[in-house]
C-alpha cells in the first residue's frame, strides 16, 4: 500500500486518511500500518524535512488505528470495559476530525472551481486621465523626504516583517571594491584562512555580510575553495590563486552591479 | 457635465431643470428610445419603457455616460454609494441606472459585463475571451494555489476569525507556511489579536478574497452545510473505522 | 474561445472559415453593426442569436468580444497589429472589426469611446464626463498620500528597483493596490523586468517623485545610516524572492 504524501502543499494524516477511505474504497483493516508508517517516514525523508507536530499528527492517528485493530484481535470479553471506552472515544474522536475535514475539502473544492471561474474573467485596468490627475492637489506636497526615511526604518525594524535590502545596505554602507581588495590581499598573502579570521575587522555586520556574499561568489567563480568542516562551525577559505580573463570579467560585472 | 449637483436633491425643481437640460438631445431621438432624467419619479417609468424596448437601440443619458466613465477609469470595484455621493443622486437612482447598464451589455453580449462584487461594480470580461486574454497578457489567468492552500483559505472563509493553530487542527497538518502565502497573496489578512488567552493573531479574508473569487460579500458563499457529506460517504469512514462488520 | 488561432491543420480551416464570414458583405446588417463569429464552432449559435434578435443584429460576435475583452484589460493603447497576432487573423479583419466597435460605442452614445491613439486604440471616456470624473477622483484620491501609500513610496525609494512582491514581503500586506495607485499618479514608473528567473516588473521612483519631494536626485534622501534592521528579518529574502513570479 503506497502513500501519497503531497510534496508541496503537505497532506496531513488525516487527509491521508480520507483519502484511504473515500477514493481508494479501502477497509482501513486490510491496510498494513506498518507499511504506511514505512511508506511515510521514506517520503518526508525525500522532503527532506520532517516537522514534529506534523509527525506527531501522524502517530497520534497511526496509533489510534493500531489500538483499534489490536483491539479487534482480542476474543470478545478479554478486556476491560475502561480499555474499551477509551478505544471508543477515540475512535468517536478521529471519525469526528474526518468528517469535519472531509467537509473544509469540498469546501475548498468549491472555492478552487469559484477562483477559476472568476480568474477566466478579468477586472477592467483603469487608468485615471492623466490631465485630470494634473489638475488634482498635489497628495505629496507635504510629505517631507524624512519621513520616508522614518517609514522605512519603521518597516525593516517591525517585528513580523521581512528582508533586509541587500543591495541597498551594499550601496550605501559598504565599499565593496575597498573590502574585495582587502580580502584578495589577504588571501593572497596567507593563501588559507577562518571566516572569522577574514572579517576580523570587519567594522560591521553589513561588511561581514558582503564579505560572505564575496566568498560564495568568489566560490562560483573557482577564486577560491571553501569549506566547513563542522556543522555550524568556522568556514575555511582556501585561494585557489588563479582568475582567468573570463572570471574576471564576471566579477567585474558583479562588483559593478552591487555598487 | 451637470447631473444635478445641488444640494437640494433630485427632486427639487432646479434640479430636475438640469438633468432634462442634460439629456435634452437624447429625449429628440427618433428612435423612441427612452431618455431619463434622473429624478426618483421617472426611473421607475423608465424601467418599464426601457424593458418594454429591450436592451437594443437605447441612446445612453447622461447619467449613463457619467456612471460608465467612472467605471470605465477605475480598477477597483466602486460602491453605489461613492457614484451617489459624485453625482449628488441618491443611491436608489444610482442602482437603477446601473441595472440598466448591466442588461445592455449582457443583452447585446459584449465582452465584457458589469458585475457586482465585493459590494461594488466593476467590469469584467466575460469568460469565454479567458483563452485569447491569456494570450494577449502572456500571462496564466488561473492562480496557482495548492490543495493545502486552499484547504486553509476554506477554513479561514468558513469559520472566521481564525487562528493558525485551529487551521492547523482542523486540516491535521501544520498549516504555518501555507497562511503566510495567502497573507502575502493577498487572499487573508490579519484581524488582531485573540482577547482570549494566548493572544492569538487571528485572520479573516481580504475584501481581494472576495474579488479573486467574484463574489459579492461572504454571504454568497455557499453555505458550509452545502459540504455535509453524503450519507454513503459517512457510512464508508464509519464502517472502515468499525471495530465489526 | 476559438477564434481559428489554433496552429494546426484544423486552425487553418477554421481560419479560413473566419476569413471568409468576416469578408461577406451580405452578414452586414442594415444598422450597420455585423453579427460576425470568429470560429466555425460558434458560429452556428451564434447565427440563431441573430435570428431570434431579427434584423437588429447587435449581438456581438466571438471576434468582437474578443477585441473588446483585450480593450479592456489594457490601459495603454493597443495596436490591431498586436490584436491581429494574439488572434492570428490578419490585420484588416481587425480593423474592420475595431470600426464597428467604435460606430457601436459612438452610437448608442455611451460614457466612452474607442479612440485611435498613439498608433494603436484605447478605451477612453468622453470629454462631457470630465468633471465627473474629476470629482470622482478628487474624492477617491484624498488629496494626502495613505500611510500605506507612503510606505510602498518609501520602500521602493529606498530599494529600486524593486518588484511588488517585493514591497508586499517588506510590508508584510499586499501592496498592489497601493502600488498602482503610486503608479498612476505617476510617482512610480516601470524599470523592466528582473532578470532573475520569475522575471518580475520592476518598479523605481519617477522624476516627479524627486520634483515634488523636492530632491535634486536619489542620492539626496536621507540615508540610513547608523540603522540596524532587526535580525529576524534575513532568513524572509529568500522566501520573497522565491514568492516572486
Known amino acids: ?259 | 457635465m451637470d447631473l444635478g449637483t445641488d444640494k437640494g436633491g433630485v427632486g427639487s425643481a432646479s434640479s430636475g431643470a438640469v438633468l432634462t437640460g442634460l439629456s435634452d438631445p437624447v429625449s429628440e431621438s427618433s428612435d423612441g428610445s427612452v431618455d431619463r432624467d434622473g429624478s426618483v419619479d421617472d426611473f421607475e417609468a423608465n424601467v418599464s419603457k426601457e424593458e418594454f424596448h429591450g436592451a437594443e437601440g437605447s441612446i445612453a443619458s447622461g447619467l449613463t455616460r457619467a456612471i460608465e466613465a467612472i467605471l470605465i477609469v477605475s480598477s477597483e470595484p466602486v460602491t453605489s454609494k461613492d457614484v451617489a455621493a459624485v453625482l449628488d443622486l441618491p443611491e436608489v437612482a444610482i442602482i437603477a441606472e446601473i441595472g440598466r447598464i448591466q442588461r445592455f451589455y449582457a443583452g447585446h453580449d459584449r465582452g465584457f459585463r458589469l458585475d457586482r462584487i465585493a459590494g461594488g461594480y466593476q467590469i469584467r470580461t466575460t469568460e469565454d475571451t479567458a483563452d485569447v486574454l491569456e494570450r494577449f497578457l502572456s500571462e496564466r489567468l488561473a492562480p496557482r494555489l495548492s490543495a493545502a492552500a486552499l484547504e486553509a483559505l476554506a477554513v479561514v472563509a468558513y469559520k472566521q476569525p481564525v487562528s493558525r493553530a485551529m487551521v492547523t487542527a482542523i486540516r491535521g497538518v501544520n498549516s504555518d507556511g501555507v497562511m503566510k502565502l495567502l497573507l502575502s497573496r493577498g487572499y487573508l489578512q490579519v484581524a488582531g489579536r485573540d482577547r482570549g488567552p494566548g493572544q492569538a493573531m487571528m485572520y479573516v479574508t481580504s475584501p481581494l478574497f472576495l474579488e479573486r473569487l467574484g463574489l459579492d460579500s461572504l454571504a454568497d458563499l455557499e453555505p458550509l452545510s452545502d459540504f455535509v457529506p453524503s450519507a454513503e460517504v459517512l457510512e464508508a469512514i464509519e464502517a472502515s473505522l468499525k471495530d465489526e462488520e
Open chain 1, 1 to 259: 500500500m503506497a502513500v501519497t504524501v503531497d510534496e508541496a502543499g503537505f497532506k496531513g494524516p488525516i487527509a491521508l486518511l480520507l483519502d484511504l477511505i473515500t477514493q481508494q474504497q479501502i477497509d482501513l483493516w486490510s491496510v498494513s500500518i506498518s507499511n504506511l508508517i514505512r511508506d511515510y517516514l521514506q517520503k518526508v525523508q525525500e522532503i527532506a524535512q520532517l516537522d514534529l507536530e506534523d509527525a506527531s499528527e501522524f502517530f497520534m492517528v497511526a496509533s489510534t488505528l493500531i489500538g483499534m485493530k489490536s483491539h479487534r484481535l482480542l476474543p470478545p470479553g478479554e478486556s476491560d470495559d475502561e480499555e474499551e471506552d477509551e478505544l471508543a472515544s477515540e475512535r468517536e474522536l478521529l471519525l469526528l476530525r474526518l468528517f469535519e475535514f472531509k467537509v473544509f475539502k469540498d469546501a475548498s473544492d468549491a472555492i478552487a472551481s469559484r477562483v477559476h471561474h472568476s480568474a477566466m474573467r478579468v477586472a477592467r485596468r483603469g487608468t485615471y486621465p492623466i490631465e485630470l490627475m494634473n489638475s488634482l492637489p498635489d497628495p505629496l506636497g507635504d510629505v517631507e523626504p524624512s519621513r520616508l526615511a522614518d517609514l522605512m526604518k519603521d518597516l525593516l525594524s517591525a517585528q513580523p516583517r521581512s528582508i533586509v535590502d541587500d543591495s541597498y545596505l551594499f550601496t550605501r554602507r559598504v565599499d565593496v571594491e575597498l573590502l574585495r581588495r582587502r580580502t584578495i590581499d589577504e588571501l593572497e598573502r596567507v593563501h588559507s584562512l577562518d571566516f572569522t579570521e577574514l572579517v576580523d575587522w570587519s567594522s560591521s555586520r553589513l561588511e561581514v555580510c558582503v564579505a560572505f556574499l564575496l566568498m560564495l561568489e568568489g566560490f562560483r567563480l573557482g577564486i577560491l575553495d571553501l569549506r566547513q568542516p563542522e556543522l555550524l562551525g568556522n568556514l575555511q577559505v582556501v585561494w585557489l590563486g588563479w582568475i582567468s580573463e573570463q572570471t574576471k570579467a564576471e566579477l567585474e560585472a558583479l562588483l559593478q552591479a552591487l555598487s
